[in-house]
């Protein structure tokens, strides 16, 4: 059978665009949420759970102009996917922008399908479009498009580093987690670090952790949602 391609030029000097096999990220789902929940351990922090059902490859992106935010943590169970988003304060409201694999067949407009009958594209989603990539910035404001445009964000890799130091016991030990942030700007992203866990720790009863993992780097995906 032959196989549907869509080209930008032509078959011999375009470059392939669209393919039956390979699978497109398409726009699934987007929505508002609000970091209010304070994270144990550390004052002032914030935080929220988002929760989809039906993912198989989600990616999860945030748009947010009032404060850095970043989620550091998610975890899946089957095809139900929970992310945990940080805020170093009340975030204010927030959208978040859902992009999977597997969006469902509308049988309307353009739509290609593999052998299993799974859209691999289709004009009726929004594709999610790739504006920059930022591998192991460091802080400050990163100029991406113009003022026009409208930017979210998605961790790649995600920076996070344990600092120790006096806990509020006296004796105590506070072992404190930083981990990368993003925060919308006009024509682009500013990244920063905002703590999203502090423990505190007795070192005669229960000791600190010794050389805790650490990876200062991060890598962003910077999403082009101007119009969404």
């Known amino acids: 059978m032959a196989e549907a391609q869509v080209f930008f030029d032509n078959p011999v000097t375009g470059k392939r665009q669209i393919d039956q096999t390979f699978k497109n990220l398409h726009l699934i789902t987007k929505g508002t949420a609000e970091a209010t929940l304070n994270a144990g351990g550390n004052q002032g922090l914030k935080y929220v759970d988002l929760t989809f059902n039906n993912c198989k490859s989600p990616l999860l992106a945030i748009y947010n102009p009032t404060l850095p935010v970043a989620w550091y943590r998610y975890s899946f169970n089957g095809t139900t996917w929970a992310w945990r988003v940080f805020s170093s304060g009340n975030s204010g409201t927030f959208e978040y922008y859902l992009f999977d694999t597997n969006p469902p067949p509308l049988n309307m407009g353009m739509e290609l399908m593999n052998a299993a009958s799974e859209v691999t594209f289709s004009l009726g989603y929004r594709p999610m479009r790739v504006a920059g990539v930022l591998m192991e910035p460091g802080l400050g404001n990163y100029a991406i498009g113009s003022s026009a445009q ?15 130091g006096p806990g509020p016991g006296g004796s105590s030990v506070l072992v404190v987690t930083t981990v990368s942030a993003t925060q919308a700007i006009s024509g682009g992203v500013k990244i920063a670090q905002i703590s999203t866990d502090a423990q505190e720790y007795n070192p005669s009863t229960n000791p600190p952790p010794t050389n805790p993992p650490t990876q200062t780097g991060s890598d962003w995906l910077i999403l082009d949602v101007t119009g969404w």
């Open 150 to 164: 409208k930017f979210a964000y998605a961790p790649m890799r995600s920076g996070f580093t344990y600092n120790q």
